[in-house]
């Protein structure tokens, strides 16, 4: 008897433990998968970078004289970006800067030395030409814009002012053996001296392009 009641109480233990195996490998691991996933989350969004956007600036010399304003840059402030109604010399302008979302308040007004910045509207839809001189969305967006001293179809935001070039550099579509054949007068450095007179502007797959440019020689 002894040895039988052995043999049963062996065989419901064997039973009881392989139930209970059977029930951690069936439980489900649900609270787990989820902890790891939100992890994950949280790591992803603490490396996504800044979002940047553009803000419009209403810049005055309150000293009633205005020159490119170098060095205006600050914590806030991008670098600066001017646009087609830019005057150089005149006391109030429009300039653009690119900076980090939610880093300027409309309205805001920012004092630097003789200059007196006022931060007008926010204008992310400028952001791609701001970054490239060359971007445009329709024909409207792209004019004679010289990129210092070259010439060719750009839009109108720069982050340069070009004082004035003693010979004008490379032309879109033109080689220097094309321009040398042009049989015009020569300059400094022996480079050929002539005015564009004409230029016909395109935007083709989201970049300005010259598709022709019209020269016209310089008289000696």
């Known amino acids: 008897m002894k040895s039988q ?23 489900p691991k649900h609270n787990n998968t989820l902890d790891v996933k939100r992890d994950t989350t949280a790591e992803d969004t603490s490396k996504k970078e800044p979002q940047e956007t553009v803000y419009k600036l209403k810049v005055v010399n309150v000293e009633g004289e205005s020159i490119w304003p170098f060095g205006l840059k600050s914590d806030r402030e991008g670098d600066l970006y001017k646009d087609g109604t830019y005057i150089h010399g005149g006391s109030e302008n ?16 920012i004092n630097k030395g003789s200059l007196k910045i006022n931060v007008v509207s926010e204008e992310p839809k400028l952001l791609p030409f701001l970054k490239d001189a060359k971007y445009c969305e329709t024909d ?24 004035g070039c003693t010979a004008l550099g490379n032309i879109e579509g033109y080689t ?23 230029i016909a502007h395109k935007c083709v797959d989201d970049r300005c392009t010259a598709e022709s440019i019209n020269l016209e020689c310089d008289k000696p």
């Open 5 to 27: 009641e052995g043999i049963s109480t062996a065989l419901v233990i064997l039973l009881i433990g392989s139930l209970l195996v059977a029930v951690v490998l069936l439980a």
């Open 140 to 163: 409207a967006d792209c004019n004679t814009n010289g990129k210092y001293c070259d010439i060719g179809s750009y839009n109108q935001y720069a982050n340069f002012v070009t004082f």
């Open 94 to 109: 429009i300039l653009y800067t690119i900076a980090e979302a939610n880093s300027m308040k409309i309205g805001d007004v």
């Open 176 to 198: 220097k053996e094309d321009l040398n054949n042009l049989g015009c007068p020569t300059g400094l450095m022996g480079k050929p001296m002539f005015s564009v007179k004409s």
